[in-house]
């Protein structure tokens, strides 16, 4: 792996600003949703935008990491399996993302070794100063040229977001990197962001300023002076709280940014906007030739009305990982986005896959009995995608649960073979049918090992990406949410797939495989006959989910969850539906 080769330079192009995101005091403090937002409010003042994510850890990338370590492993167009915040940066700001978007310690020290392997470095004795934080700015300005959002020219603002907390020892070379950047390009070309946190104590019931004093100095220490403070904090910062900032920290009061709890995300921008962070940024970057007045009045409208909506509905999320919802948070956010666009609000039921299984009712009968009853009083049922054999019964009972009593069912990768192995087992009869990933020796394979994978390295080895799928049915039902198109494009994370050689038994059985990749033998979408709305699909609808083009299959899930299904039109968003 080497560093991504940038762009040839445009003549008279005006160089790419930087807008650098740090987080100080506590991991966890929303530098993602931050930088989404900044990257929101430049974008509604008419500049193009584009995204960076720094890593510091060792791994290549976040393929092979536990969603429990991690949160979600979310996956752009090009295959990149890639941190989360890259999910947050494409649903916000409306572009797509490479896997070189993400940037990691593994990257960068393997790509150093490679050219040193190579003699790039003639002789030279290898080190992390220049060497190491000279291959983070290249990769950095080359990224950076690369155009996210189907323009041809590179962007104007590239936001930066430094993952882990200042004072990082893995963090050190990309803060040494980024100092030498901010020195080289000069202040109109660079400004920092410091986001920190200004807690409350309970016995006091004051906003204590001292965390984000010491996390400014050890900023200071290392180079770095930050050009605007954001603040989170539960409650909206008092005066003389942001005048002791200004003081201690170095920054006009202006410049400090309030960041308070909000009652949903989409007013994180608005937050930013009614502060005037565009106009300190602008002015920072030299860039009031190029800005307007940023233009948010369908993203109030959004905000808003998610704020005025009294209906909610249940769904069912059976999941491997439900103890970390972030393991999930690209399903969360294509809910959200779906039912807010049939004027509802989501309301999650989180049920552990195992405590739906037959032993746990030996073994913890009450947590047993309470996925049940929250299990049969929701109004949909939706299975994630997940590695492994835990919970795999679980899961199969709900299926079968959802099936027999006509309750609407959306299976992802995972939950589309569980809805396979499911009516081959109580349906067909075939009472061993199970994955080759959780059995072996069992002659009925129904979902088997892709044969072109890797069994025998984790990272990068799965089929990734987007990929196409051409509907075999046109009369279908996700062909309809879809809008009727030949195909559709989206992304995938998968090493098993549907063994072809059932798919004639589940057929004549009523589960109809509408959906199939190119070769027609690899089966991508199924249906389930004479049901409001039993889906499975093989790949990631969630991942290509925005606020404003939710995602057919969640669409649809949510549509029939609440009797809004009716008859789909053919329309180009096709999920607009009507009533019976």
Request: charged share 20%; aromatic share 6%; glycine share 8%.
């Amino acid at each position: 792996m080497s560093s991504p080769a940038a762009p040839a330079e445009e003549e008279g192009r005006a160089p790419t600003k930087y807008v650098l995101i740090t987080g100080g005091v506590v991991s966890g403090l929303g530098k993602g949703v931050t930088a989404s937002s900044i990257g929101v409010v430049l974008k509604a003042c008419g500049l193009r935008v584009t995204c960076i994510k720094i890593d510091p850890y060792l791994n290549t990338d976040a393929g092979t990491m536990s969603p429990f370590e991690h949160g979600e492993v979310f996956v752009l167009d090009d295959g990149g399996e890639v941190d989360l915040d890259l999910g947050n940066y494409e649903r916000f700001i409306d572009v797509t993302l490479t896997r070189d978007n993400n940037i990691t310690t593994g990257k960068i020290y393997q790509s150093v070794i490679e050219k040193e392997r190579r003699g790039d470095y003639l002789g030279k004795t290898v080190q992390v100063v220049p060497h190491v934080t000279d291959e983070i700015k290249q990769w950095i300005q080359s990224v950076s040229s690369v155009p996210v959002d189907g323009q041809t020219r590179p962007a104007d603002v590239c936001v930066i977001e430094l993952g882990g907390t200042v004072g990082d020892i893995e963090s050190m070379p990309f803060i040494e990197a980024l100092r030498q950047l901010s020195f080289s390009l000069g202040k109109e070309n660079f400004c920092l962001i410091h986001v920190s946190l200004v807690p409350v104590l309970g016995v006091v019931g004051e906003q204590k300023t001292k965390p984000t004093q010491h996390s400014v100095r050890e900023l200071r220490a290392l180079g770095l002076t930050p050009d605007l403070l954001a603040c989170r904090s539960a409650q909206p910062l008092i005066g003389s709280v942001k005048e002791k900032l200004s003081q201690f920290c170095h920054v006009p009061v202006e410049n400090i940014l309030d960041i308070h709890d909000v009652p949903n995300l989409w007013h994180v921008p608005l937050i930013l906007r009614n502060q005037k962070a565009h106009e300190a940024i602008i002015k920072q970057l030299n860039l009031a030739r190029s800005a307007g007045p940023p233009e948010l009045r369908d993203w109030t409208d959004m905000a808003e009305s998610y704020d005025n909506l009294k209906n909610s509905v249940k769904v069912a999320l059976v999941g491997k990982y439900t103890n970390l919802t972030d393991s999930y948070l690209s399903v969360v956010k294509a809910l959200l986005h779906a039912s807010v666009a049939c004027s509802l609000k989501p309301s999650i039921q989180w049920i552990a896959a195992s405590d739906l299984e037959d032993a746990t009712a030996k073994t913890a009968p009450d947590a047993h009995a309470e996925a049940w009853e929250t299990l049969k009083g929701s109004s949909c049922i939706l299975i994630p995608g997940g590695f492994g054999d835990r919970g795999i019964s679980g899961m199969i009972l709900a299926a079968k649960y959802a099936r027999e009593n006509k309750v609407p069912y959306l299976g992802i990768c995972l939950g589309m073979q569980i809805s396979v192995i499911e009516m081959s087992r109580h349906v067909l009869g075939l009472v061993d049918a199970d994955s080759e990933e959780f059995n072996k020796d069992t002659p009925n394979h129904v979902v088997m090992y892709m044969p072109e994978v890797s069994k025998t390295h984790m990272g990068n080895t799965m089929r990734l990406g987007c990929r196409r799928t051409f509907f075999s049915k046109p009369d279908c039902l996700t062909s309809k949410l879809y809008g009727s198109p030949p195909h559709v494009d989206e992304r995938h994370r998968h090493r098993y797939e549907v063994n072809p050689s059932f798919v004639p038994m589940l057929e004549s059985a009523g589960l109809h495989f509408v959906g199939c990749d190119e070769s027609r033998k690899r089966m991508e979408i199924v249906e389930l006959q004479d049901h409001p709305f039993y889906v499975g699909v093989q790949f990631h609808p969630e991942f290509k989910s925005r606020p404003r083009r939710p995602s057919p299959p969640f669409t649809g899930l949510i549509m029939a969850a609440t009797k809004q299904l009716g008859t789909i039109s053919n329309t180009s968003n096709g999920y607009v539906g009507a009533s019976d």
